[in-house]
């Protein structure tokens, strides 16, 4: 009976995507948890993982990964980003930095769906369409617990420089993908 489930067609295809799915949540978490030093804050790589994953999965997976992702932080597993230690769960999401995860999610739509059959520049403008929603969205959250006057010293400029020195490594490792998926065939 279990091989059947596992031959049969339909049954691969779910376990693969689900694979992928969760793979990607993970990534995404483990991206979170990683702590580089750079000027003039600290940077983590939550970013390169999103988008990593979300040009590499397409909009459907890549914001499946993301949702997941974004359900486990829900569900109080501490996934985020200087978590436990500033707060998890609901509680975690609707703080300062609530607005980027939401932006994130929706980039890995938008990542996905531009990236689609492109070379490096095609990938990477669409990473840098997907940093643009994050940015946007993550700053009018932002707006709501910090004056006008601070927000983009607070909520863009220390991350800028980080967040491109990501997209082109995201780039980069995806290329090298590509090259190695062509050289098997």
Avoid: C
């Avoid at 040009?55 to 996934?79: E, F, H, K, N, Q």
């Avoid at 930095?97 to 689609?116: E, N």
């Avoid at 700053?139 to 927000?151: G, I």
Wanted: hydrophobic share 55%; aromatic share 10%.
């Amino acid at each position: 009976m279990a091989t059947q489930v596992l031959s049969n067609p339909q049954s691969v295809r779910l376990w693969r995507t689900l694979g992928l799915v969760f793979g990607g949540a993970a990534l995404i978490t483990l991206g979170a948890k990683v702590q580089i030093p750079f000027w003039p804050v600290p940077m983590t790589l939550h970013t390169l993982a999103v988008f990593l994953v979300a040009a590499a999965l397409g909009p459907r997976l890549g914001m499946a990964a993301m949702g997941s992702y974004l359900m486990a932080g829900a569900m109080g597993l501490p996934v985020f980003s200087g978590t436990p230690e500033r707060g998890i769960g609901l509680a975690y999401m609707v703080g300062p930095t609530g607005g980027y995860l939401l932006g994130y999610l929706i980039s890995a739509g938008v990542i996905g769906w531009l990236a689609r059959g492109r070379g490096w520049f095609g990938q990477t403008g669409a990473m840098l369409a997907g940093l643009a929603t994050v940015y946007a969205v993550g700053l009018v959250w932002l707006s709501t617990f910090v004056p006008a006057t601070e927000l983009l010293a607070v909520g863009f400029t220390p991350l800028i420089m980080g967040d491109l020195v990501k997209i082109v490594i995201a780039g980069l490792l995806l290329a090298g993908l590509r090259q190695i998926k062509a050289a098997r065939r």
